[in-house]
């Protein structure tokens, strides 16, 4: 099996080669393709993530190349997992929006937009060329943020595609340690849209512990999402660290505005990473990849090749797929993120109990925006992107959206299609 990795010079490839390194029973992989327009990360990526799979016993070739086309041709599944304008639009993401009062956030509000606007028209094509030369039934997996917006994007222009996030594989390993359980037996009641999402219930063995969990751990699962302990006894559910942009959005405002931005820690931790890589002793996974984010990606993202090539039948999985009924209240076409039966036909959502309304109303008023932003992502204009804004939950006046189109353009003029030349 091939499998190539778009955004392979990433400082989170090696943790994708670790878990596949952990894999090798069960998933068939005898070449991964690392694609990047970056040679420097290649040549230090690149040989890293080879040392990692000698060193496990595992017997995948690894290789580099900028050239999409040869990445991809024979490709089973393609994996995206790409930032547009790099650290720097992160940066600007985290940033401008704090000018007007607003939430500075990579993948939610203004910034969460911003991202949108560059990513999707990149991402779509990408997928145009994928289909070209891979061939029709090539799964396209999508990591790349903000991941509901980008998959629903692969999903309308008829890709075969589903989006994954490690929200739910994280919460699902950190309360497994809480009960003493093996992880395998945790089955979630995630429900919502992608950084959007709560958990209703974890069950173990068919009984569900989430009361026990509320009652035992509220202060540490407090502290591990950042919620006030009083609020999730209220919800009765756990929502994601997410949820803290829309549940104290003022004072995480506040405090971001006298912090440096998240981007600036993150390409710290990335230039120390790449020196790592560059170290031809170094045959493991180093700690300070955990610093990067995405815990347990790794795992989460080769459990869900190994299901949709085929590995072993149907799996469940939290993923990001079409609504098609399940949350009722939403469009049948809407991208959610629910527990789902995932085989080599995709991911199809399991059935949910109803959803409170203390909840179904943001997922309704989020989904709006999502549509909007994607119709701005695709067709661009100024205005797209100010009804996108104007529709958000975390901006929603007229005068402070308008001030936020402007400047997002004007940010990424050089990274828009529809602004660059203009």
Same mark, same amino acid.
């Given at each position: 099996m091939k499998l190539t990795v778009v955004g392979g010079g990433s400082t989170y490839t090696p943790e994708l080669i670790d878990g596949i390194a952990g894999r090798r029973t069960s998933l068939a992989v005898d070449e991964i393709v690392l694609v990047d327009p970056d040679e420097h990360r290649l040549s230090l990526v690149g040989p890293f993530s080879q040392r990692l799979l000698h060193h496990a016993g595992h017997p995948a070739k690894v290789r580099t190349t900028t050239s999409l086309e040869e990445g991809v041709e024979g490709a089973s599944a393609v994996l995206l997992q790409l930032?547009?304008?790099?650290?720097?639009?992160?940066?600007?993401?985290?940033?401008?929006?704090?000018?007007?009062?607003?939430?500075?956030?990579?993948?939610?509000?203004?910034?969460?937009?911003?991202?949108?606007?560059?990513?999707?028209?990149?991402?779509?094509?990408?997928?145009?060329?994928?289909?070209?030369?891979?061939?029709?039934?090539? *799964?396209?997996?999508?990591?790349?943020?903000?991941?509901?917006?980008?998959?629903? +994007?692969?999903?309308?222009?008829?890709?075969?595609?589903?989006?994954?996030?490690?929200?739910?594989?994280?919460?699902?390993? *950190?309360?497994?340690?809480?009960?003493?359980?093996?992880?395998?037996?945790?089955?979630?009641?995630?429900?919502?849209?992608?950084?959007?999402?709560?958990?209703?219930?974890?069950?173990?063995?068919?009984?569900?512990?989430?009361?026990?969990?509320?009652?035992?751990?509220?202060?540490?699962?407090?502290?591990?999402?950042?919620?006030?302990?009083?609020l999730i006894q209220r919800l009765n559910m756990v929502p994601s660290y997410y949820l803290n942009y829309f549940y104290n959005h003022d004072a995480v405002v506040k405090k971001q505005q006298t912090e440096p931005p998240r981007a600036e820690v993150v390409a710290a931790v990335e230039k120390e990473l790449l020196d790592i890589y560059g170290d031809q002793s170094v045959v493991t996974k180093p700690e300070q990849l955990s610093q990067r984010g995405g815990a347990y990606y790794s795992e989460a993202a080769v459990q869900l090749v190994h299901a949709l090539t085929g590995g072993a039948g149907a799996e469940r999985h939290v993923v990001n797929v079409q609504n098609n009924?399940?949350?009722?209240?939403?469009?049948?076409? +809407?991208?959610?993120?629910?527990?789902?039966?995932?085989?080599?036909?995709?991911?199809?959502?399991?059935?949910?109990?109803?959803?409170?309304?203390?909840?179904?109303?943001?997922?309704?008023h989020v989904t709006a925006y999502e549509y909007l932003a994607l119709e701005a992502a695709i067709h661009g204009g100024r205005d797209r992107v100010a009804n996108a804004l104007l529709a958000h939950p975390l901006i929603g006046q007229h005068a402070i959206a308008d001030q936020l189109a402007d400047e997002l353009i004007a940010q990424n003029r050089d990274l828009l299609p529809w602004v660059k030349g203009a």
């Open positions: 930032r547009v304008g790099g650290q720097k639009a992160r940066a600007s993401d985290e940033t401008f929006p704090l000018t007007c009062g607003c939430v500075g956030q990579e993948t939610t509000g203004a910034g969460g937009l911003a991202k949108a606007l560059r990513t999707v028209p990149v991402v779509l094509d990408i997928a145009e060329r994928v289909r070209r030369l891979a061939g029709p039934d090539t *799964w396209i997996v999508n990591f790349t943020n903000p991941v509901g917006i980008v998959t629903r +994007a692969l999903l309308q222009a008829g890709h075969k595609a589903i989006g994954l996030c490690n929200v739910a594989i994280t919460f699902q390993r *950190w309360t497994a340690g809480l009960l003493g359980v093996d992880p395998s037996t945790v089955e979630l009641d995630h429900i919502g849209l992608n950084h959007l999402t709560w958990e209703r219930g974890v069950h173990v063995d068919g009984v569900d512990r989430l009361p026990e969990l509320l009652s035992q751990h509220i202060e540490g699962l407090s502290e591990h999402v950042g919620i006030d302990a009083s009924g399940t949350l009722p209240f939403l469009p049948d076409d +809407a991208v959610i993120e629910v527990s789902s039966t995932v085989d080599s036909n995709g991911g199809v959502a399991l059935p949910v109990r109803p959803v409170e309304p203390s909840i179904s109303g943001l997922i309704s």
